[in-house]
């Protein structure tokens, strides 16, 4: 099971820190990744990590503003916002794909969801 925390208001500018913590076993042998979903939008891909944190990806609107990171002692991924802007307002889901494979961005490659943190930017 996958629980989203750390969503809230803020204003643009601003930073924001979600963390996502898996109650399971075996949170090591999982890719891990961040998604959103905005108002009347499809869901798109934030961000992956591989399970030994060597590789992350990171989509064009995201990157430079946002970091992915895990600690698998701690069952725990992170996603660090900066520079959050309005556009980053949505839903955001952290996603698990089994087996010790290359992080994805399709969300059809992912079996695990949490139940989605909200965050709000205002200009």
């Known amino acids: 099971q996958l629980v989203e925390s750390g969503g809230g208001l803020v204003q643009a500018g601003d930073s924001l820190t979600l963390t996502c913590t898996n109650s399971g076993r075996f949170f090591d042998s999982y890719s891990m990744g961040w998604f959103r979903q905005a108002p009347g939008k499809e869901r798109e891909f934030v961000s992956a990590i591989s399970w030994n944190s060597a590789t992350t990806y990171y989509s064009d609107s995201v990157k430079g503003r946002f970091t992915i990171s895990r600690d698998n002692a701690k069952n725990t991924l992170y996603l660090q916002m900066s520079s959050l802007k309005p556009e980053d307002t949505a839903v955001y889901y952290c996603?698990?794909?089994?087996?010790?494979?290359?992080?994805?961005?399709?969300?059809?490659?992912?079996?695990?969801w949490g139940v989605g943190t909200q965050v709000t930017v205002s200009s």
């Open positions: 996603a698990a794909e089994p087996g010790r494979l290359t992080p994805s961005n399709r969300a059809s490659r992912y079996d695990y």
